[in-house]
């Protein structure tokens, strides 16, 4: 299936407004979403998206290609 993503600048996830997210996830009946952003991880099971820090992203590209 496809799962949407999104990325926001800040920490508070109380401060954004994932209206379309929602939107997204109900009308294509994504599994869940996924919003990049400068806190921690955090799951919000009720709403179905995973919020993610976008520098840990960086960090897990930068293991992945110092193993080969």
């Known amino acids: 299936g496809v799962v949407p993503i999104e990325v926001?600048?800040?920490?508070d996830i109380g401060s954004?407004?994932?209206a379309s997210m929602s939107e997204f996830i109900t009308t294509y009946n994504a599994p869940y979403?996924?919003?990049?952003?400068?806190g921690s991880s955090f799951?919000?099971?009720?709403?179905?998206i995973?919020?993610?820090?976008y520098w840990q992203v960086w960090?897990?590209?930068?293991?992945?290609?110092?193993?080969t």
């Open 43 to 48: 799951v919000d099971r009720e709403r179905r």
């Open 59 to 67: 960090l897990d590209e930068i293991t992945v290609f110092s193993d």
């Open 50 to 53: 995973v919020f993610y820090p």
């Open 8 to 11: 926001k600048k800040g920490r």
């Open 33 to 38: 979403g996924l919003v990049l952003y400068g």
């Open 16 to 18: 954004f407004g994932l």
